[in-house]
């Protein structure tokens, strides 16, 4: 594969943000690149099989793998050049990225493999988000995976992990792929969550619960038993209000499947590697990189949309990837102030709706605190103050 060297904007990660994203600034007549380390674009969206909720404008009564067959088309009609199997392996504050083609095609063949410089006037990164773990005693054992595992192997490949489960967070990702392994035929023996209340949707507990399985909140996995051959069971216990274990109230669990869905955390390698400022937000998943509300970064060429700039659902990180696709494409002269201006608000107003609800308040909070910071910031600079991380909430 031959990749151009000069670009106006390229876009990493072909998940919803990125593909959001390289269709907005391609749309405005920007020449944009959009570089994806898998073998094809969609990024999460390929595993939720389940049909998305909320307004038809967001997908609603669509699965996720159309609703990523839709963006891909919507961003190569608007002129976009996707390219997958193309890993960025660093980037600079210049907007030099070096690029590695070749590496995910089976079987491997070094000798096809290729490093690639591109230069690109704005980057715009989307990476998504990498899997919290959670240690307990045997959690090295096989039959011990995150979640996003199991959602791989059940929706891509159509392999079954497992056939009786324990799934170890009451989130909404923990939820529904407790559902999605019912629905491949692996007994659920139970949802835990050390929480004392159910933290997904109550559309997507009440699903799992009619049909028979339990959800433990206070509880959390103590010790997972197996041997050479994988995990075949385990004890869960009951905690406290500081989440310690409390003694005697241990169960024991036949299953051959511990999944861990204990959240996720923004992937910052690339925008580190920029030297991009950092905030710590717990609600937004951790650390992640300071930005505007039209997500620029502190350094002048670089957006960042989607999980990347706080963990979020897939339409949120749609609609960020719109809104740094257009920022990205004003800040190059391809539209007018006024239009942008126009268009931002829509979006604006579109993730104001997003972030109603009562998970979303706290988000939409987090994400006022972490503009004030970023301003903030940038008057101290102005005013000769050395730059800093900081704490937006914890």
Request: charged share 20%; with cysteine.
């Amino acid at each position: 594969m031959s990749l151009p060297s000069t670009v106006e904007v390229a876009v990493v990660g072909g998940g919803p943000a990125g593909l959001a994203a390289a269709k907005e600034s391609a749309s405005a007549g920007c020449q944009t690149i959009l570089l994806d380390a898998s073998t094809a674009p969609g990024g999460q969206l390929s595993k939720q099989i389940h049909k998305f909720f909320g307004s038809r404008a967001q997908g609603a009564g669509v699965r996720g793998p159309d609703i990523a067959t839709q963006l891909v088309s919507a961003a190569e009609d608007a002129g976009a050049t996707i390219c997958t199997d193309s890993c960025v392996q660093a980037l600079y504050d210049s907007g030099r990225l070096e690029v590695l083609t070749g590496a995910r095609r089976w079987p491997v063949a070094p000798e096809k493999m290729r490093l690639h410089s591109l230069r690109a006037e704005r980057v715009i990164l989307a990476p998504g988000a990498e899997e919290n773990a959670l240690a307990f005693s045997g959690w090295t054992q096989a039959g011990v995976m995150g979640a996003g595992a199991v959602q791989t192997m059940i929706n891509v490949h159509r392999v079954l992990p497992g056939s009786r489960a324990l799934m170890v967070g009451a989130g909404n990702v923990g939820l529904i792929v407790a559902y999605q392994l019912l629905q491949a035929g692996a007994h659920v023996a139970a949802v835990l969550d050390a929480a004392p209340k159910i933290g997904g949707y109550g559309v997507h507990s009440a699903k799992i619960q009619r049909l028979g399985v339990p959800i433990l909140t206070s509880h959390t996995v103590q010790r997972a038993h197996g041997g050479d051959n994988g995990v075949r069971a385990a004890t869960v216990t009951r905690v406290d209000e500081d989440w310690r274990p409390l003694p005697g109230t241990e169960r024991h669990l036949e299953v051959d499947l511990i999944c861990i869905a204990a959240g996720l955390r923004p992937n910052l390698q690339l925008a580190g590697m920029a030297n991009c400022r950092m905030v710590f937000s717990n609600v937004l998943g951790g650390w992640i990189p300071s930005h505007t509300p039209h997500l620029a970064t502190d350094q002048p060429r670089l957006f960042v949309a989607g999980d990347a700039s706080g963990v979020e659902e897939a339409t949120s990180a749609i609609e960020e990837g719109r809104l740094a696709g257009l920022s990205a494409a004003r800040s190059l002269g391809r539209m007018t102030r006024e239009l942008a201006r126009v268009r931002c608000r829509q979006i604006h107003l579109r993730l104001a709706g997003l972030r109603a609800g009562p998970l979303g308040v706290e988000i939409r909070r987090a994400k006022h605190r972490l503009w004030r910071s970023h301003w903030l910031e940038a008057d101290g600079l102005r005013a000769g103050h050395r730059r800093n991380s900081g704490v937006i909430d914890s």
